[in-house]
Antibody, heavy 128, light 106 residues
């Protein structure tokens, strides 16, 4: 069974830092791109960042580029998000999400851009 | 950045009725669009990918259509468990964006 366990959230002052973790199990972790998606309280979803299965390729939303760094440790089946220079507008529930695997008559494929499993989320609050 | 606009913001329907949700993109995303369902306190659930393909274990009452800039999610006959918020998402060039959501309420 696929499981994603998000952790590391908390209360931090503006300008501070926090590192989120996502512990994965139940699938071949290094075969899948992973993403972070956040949701501000009472608001919609916002994609934050993604990383390829090998960790060699990363992507960021413009709103976090230069402040956040995504990484992964495939030996520990764990995804990370290092968040620096935090702002009030970064306050949100942060989910890790797994790239979507599907199969059809011609074989099985992975869509790194869609997400079939999500963590339970970890809440980040940026406030003085 | 491609902006996705969902309408209506809220859809008030009864069980058994048909729901039609719209998602419009600010520029063409070809068929690179997904739909998710989110219930209160839970993570989103993937329903539809590449505009019209149902994900595994998604009931046949959910269907997606469209291409280019205009997309539709249809729920043919609402079940009580379908009352939730629905989001569309596009994947152009690794600048992924979500729509603002449509709440389907009783």
């Amino acid at each position: 069974e696929v499981q994603l366990l998000d952790s590391g959230g908390g209360l931090v002052q503006p300008g501070g830092s926090l590192r989120l973790s996502c512990a994965a199990s139940g699938f071949t972790f290094d075969s899948y791109a992973m993403s972070w998606v956040r949701q501000a309280p009472g608001k919609g979803l916002e994609w934050v960042s993604a990383i390829s299965g090998s960790g060699g390729s990363t992507h960021y939303a413009d709103s976090v580029k230069g402040r956040f760094t995504i990484s992964r440790d495939n030996s520990k089946n764990t995804l990370y998000l290092q968040m620096n220079s935090l702002r009030a507008e970064d306050t949100a529930l942060y989910y890790c999400a797994k790239g979507f695997r599907y199969c059809d008559s011609s074989g099985c494929y992975v869509h790194p851009y869609y997400f079939d499993y999500w963590g339970q989320g970890t809440l980040v609050t940026v406030s003085s | 950045e491609i902006v996705l606009t969902q309408s209506p913001a809220t859809l008030s329907l009864s069980p058994g009725e048909r729901a039609t949700l719209s998602c419009r993109a600010s520029q063409s995303v070809t068929n690179s669009l997904a739909w998710y369902q989110q219930k209160p306190g839970l993570a989103p659930r993937l329903l539809i990918y590449d505009a019209s393909n149902r994900a595994a274990d998604i009931p046949a009452r959910f269907s997606g259509s469209g291409s280019g800039t205009d997309f539709t999610l249809t729920i043919s006959s609402l079940e009580p468990e379908d009352f939730a918020v629905y989001y569309c998402q596009q994947r152009s060039n690794w600048k992924l964006t979500f729509g603002g959501g449509t709440k389907v309420e009783i």
